[in-house]
């Protein structure tokens, strides 16, 4: 439609699988530029990305042409992925 504008804006929160404290303070800054990456590669605007230990929150504005489901799901699967792969855990990170 002409003319048209549509702003969306989303909060979401991660935490980690039982809550436990393994985003430790040293590797965060790494991860978020990590998930900073992704929602870029996505097409979408990153204003900021912060947490604790055991969760973390991102703000973002989601253009409407994409499903918020398919942008969560390429979050959590590449940042598991990430930490995974870089062995910041014991076991399985989820």
């Known amino acids: 439609m002409a003319n048209t ?3 969306i804006y989303i909060q979401v929160v991660f935490s980690v699988q039982g809550r436990q404290n393994l985003i430790r303070n040293e590797r965060k800054d790494e991860l978020y530029k990590y998930i900073a990456g992704i929602i870029k590669g ?3 605007k990153l204003y900021i990305i912060n947490g604790m230990p055991e969760h973390f929150h991102i703000l973002l504005s989601l253009k409407p042409d994409v499903a918020i489901s398919d942008l969560i799901r390429d979050i959590k699967a590449n940042s598991s992925k990430f930490i995974n792969e870089k062995r910041w855990v014991i076991g399985k990170f989820q």
């Open 42 to 44: 996505n097409n979408q």
């Open 5 to 7: 504008y549509t702003q």
